[in-house]
């Protein structure tokens, strides 16, 4: 790619339309670049031609996100561009929501390559550091000469497919995407070295900072059980003989899901575990013990429940990613919730 | 004071021979007397010894443990205390070691979680067993051994190995000696004044078949933790039973050469005052959890610890138990810095551990086990090739039809090892 085709967009400030008491303006469509534009431009040695710039109040981005993305995915469809360009936001917080908002609905919608730039404390770095490179930009305009140079770099890699570099080399916020990579020492070494500057109460950095869990609000019981389906759900491995659909030991790939309507009882004639993380002798003399299909038979038949859902679901919960879990998770929900069931019995090993 | 000479033989071949014995830095291997050995284990049906040597086009799978061959000379404490002769403290005296040589056990699968070493290739970056002079034990049980007794005779059989190959060190020159005193705790608490006091909690799965760690001979499922030195690790006090998953199991090895105790001995004196070890088993149930790691705790302030390492043993449920140890030392004044790795997903973009807690501040990773590689085929397989569809990181189809295999580094043998003995770290980008 030669020549670059650039939209980018600015708020009212940048846009040079007024101060605060233009924040209001909705989003409007100039051609060719407006102020930051044109150093783009310049520092792109001429590659980079902004052919669109988009300028919107701050005010009105975030009172009308999602009008705004959507009249701004339309214009940048029209326009066709190689590249989405916003800001730099450096401190300011809705401009920099509006940013980092911008980008990731061109680059995921539209598969438009999108980047910006933004100061560490603007909100908007974690509306879309997940999905888009945003780079790291001081908190004021005294910073545009050094932070420009740098969308237009990583931008270039990005569109001529060079290797990315790390986020201290190429100066973008972490997506958090962990890659492997060797270090110049052991594991133990730096382990005694953290230890150390810890005692001594030096600054230290962990090599995982701490990611964020979801927390699971506990459905609310279920008013009348004896009318209710139930459905049996485990994450312990539980498969007819023979694995038939290879769930993977650990990690796994899948959920899947059998007929039990005509099985009253688990037997290690016809079940098994696949499952890498747990002894298995005992899940495999009785697969009853971790899918309890033979006390929920005898339940069914008491009354205590209405009826036992036809089908039950399996995967491996044994490393596997907490990604594929949640997923998993949500759809074996969606399903269980098109076939009625009121209730789960949901078991882990 | 007490002392541990720890006299290493390097060794450069391994060769088979007439006689068992070290002589100008090879080995030579009597493989008739060494399977004779083995076999007096009846539940041993048959085993074949081979040899893999660093650089070699060969594969090793599927592998249970490895170890180091050590043996002690003088006195009446072994290696491997428990299992071999006397159950008495060992990390004491001479012990003799094999430097370069490593004892691998191989054959039918018991489970799924056993691994992979190449000894070339791309997957030799990963493991610091595919620079060792392999003795590879490929072992058959007899017919219809269940399960445990099946595991037991592998386990059983790596360790008689390694003691006797070890023997035949104590009866040569060695090239290096390094000294160990095993101070006790009034003379550490005296020794170097002004220095801070660290402990290394060493995580052992307890949790049933391939999820086990044995201390002196005793399935750690049945242990409250134990306070070692660092010595007794050397001279094999924990021995391996567990597979959690072959890229973070700790193997025999790693416990005979820890890496952790190493680089804390390294620093004894100088910027602190290393106390000792703690072997802390890793049960499955909340009450088990509660119950040891509140032990640990216990040690830890008797020990008057100000500082502390723990290394995980798998991943999953035994972050539970790292998580809470992270809290209750954190809260108790005792600086914590965790060793574990992550499953991240094969894209990186999963979370990595199964627990947090906001005390874990200062966390040392050894990789992402996700991580996808393919391998390309070797001239020679030791072992059960096919074993790669159902191990712990390969999948149906990662042998594929051309030979090559498909895999997470989660299969290859101590890939991401969490007593961090590997270079392998992640990092976000």
Known sequence: MENVKVVHYLNQFFGQMGGEDKAGIPPQIKEGPVGVGQLIESESRGRFKVIHTIICGDNYAAEHLEEVESTILKWVLESRPDLFLAGPAFAAGRYGIACGTMCKAVQQKLGIPALTAMHPSNPGVDAARKE???????????????????????????????????????????????????????????????????????????????????????????????NAIIALVTEGGIVPKGNPDRIEAH????????????????????????????????????????LPLDAARLLEKEGLFAKLCDDYYVTVGNVTAVASATRYGHEIGERLLKEGIQGVILTST | ????????????????????????????????????????????????????????????????????????????????????????????????????????????????????IDMSGPCADFSLFSKKLNVVLVMKPVEKLGKYEHEEMVRIAGVKAAHYLGLAGTRVNFDEEVRFQVATW??????????????????????????????????????????????????????????????????????????????????????????????????????????????????????NAQGAIVS???????????????????????????VTDEYAGRDGASQGLADITPEADAIVTNGNGNQYVVLPPMEETIGHLEAIDVITGGHAGSLRPDGWIEMEIAGIMGSTVEVGAEKLMTIAI
Do not use: W
């Not at chain 1, 973008?172 to 005694?192: L, M, Q, T």
């Not at chain 1, 899948?254 to 005992?282: M, R, W």
């Not at chain 2, 995980?312 to 914590?336: Q, S, V």
């Open chain 2, 186 to 303: 009034s003379e550490l608490e005296r020794s170097h004044p002004g220095l801070p006091k660290v402990i290394y909690v060493d995580m052992v799965i307890a949790q049933g078949l391939l999820h086990d760690n044995y201390v002196y001979g005793v399935n750690a499922q049945g242990s409250l933790p134990i306070v070692l030195s660092a010595t007794e690790l050397m001279d094999g006090a924990i021995v391996s039973g567990n597979c959690a998953a072959p890229c973070h199991k700790n193997t025999t090895y790693h416990q005979q050469n820890n890496p952790i105790v190493e680089d804390l001995l390294s620093e004894h004196g100088k910027t602190l005052i290393f106390l000792g070890v703690i072997a802390m088993p890793v049960r499955a149930t909340l009450l088990d959890k509660e119950r040891i790691c509140t032990q640990v705790l216990k040690m830890a302030k008797l020990l």
């Open chain 1, 251 to 290: 990690n796994a790939s899948k959920y899947c899901e059998y007929f039990i309507g005509d099985v009253n009882d688990l037997t290690e004639e016809s079940y098994q575990t696949a499952h890498g993380g747990y002894d298995p002798v005992y899940a495999n003399e009785d697969p009853d013990r971790v």
């Open chain 1, 132 to 226: 888009i490179y945003i780079l790291e930009a001081g908190d004021s305009t005294r910073d545009m000469r050094r932070v420009i140079p740098k969308m237009v770099s990583l931008s270039q890699k990005i569109l001529d497919k060079v290797p990315i570099g790390l986020p201290q080399e190429e100066g973008y916020f972490p997506r958090g995407i962990r890659i492997n990579i060797r270090a110049e020492k052991r594991g133990s070494k730096r382990a005694v070295e953290m230890l150390l500057k810890k005692l001594r109460g030096e600054p230290f950095e962990t090599e995982l900072p701490l990611p964020e869990f979801d927390r699971v609000v506990p459905a609310p019981p279920i008013p009348d059980l004896s």
């Open chain 2, 312 to 338: 995980e043993d798998g991943g999953g449920n035994p972050e539970t138990d790292l998580m809470m140890l992270a809290r209750l030392f954190e809260k108790e004044g005792i600086k914590t810095v965790l």
């Open chain 2, 1 to 116: 004071m007490d002392e541990l000479l720890l006299r290493k033989v390097r060794i450069q071949d391994v060769i088979f021979g007439e006689n068992t014995e070290v002589a100008n830095h090879v080995l030579r291997i009597n493989r008739e007397e060494l399977v004779r050995y083995l076999k007096e284990d009846q539940r041993l049906k048959s085993v074949e010894i081979k040899i893999a040597r660093p650089g070699e086009k060969k594969r090793i799978i599927p592998v249970k443990d490895v170890l180091e061959p050590r043996a002690k000379s003088g006195g009446t404490s072994t290696t491997f205390p428990g299992f071999l002769g006397t159950a008495e403290p060992a990390g004491a005296g001479i012990t003799s070691v094999l430097d370069g040589v490593a004892v691998v056990t191989c054959g039918k699968l018991v489970n799924f979680q056993e691994g992979l």
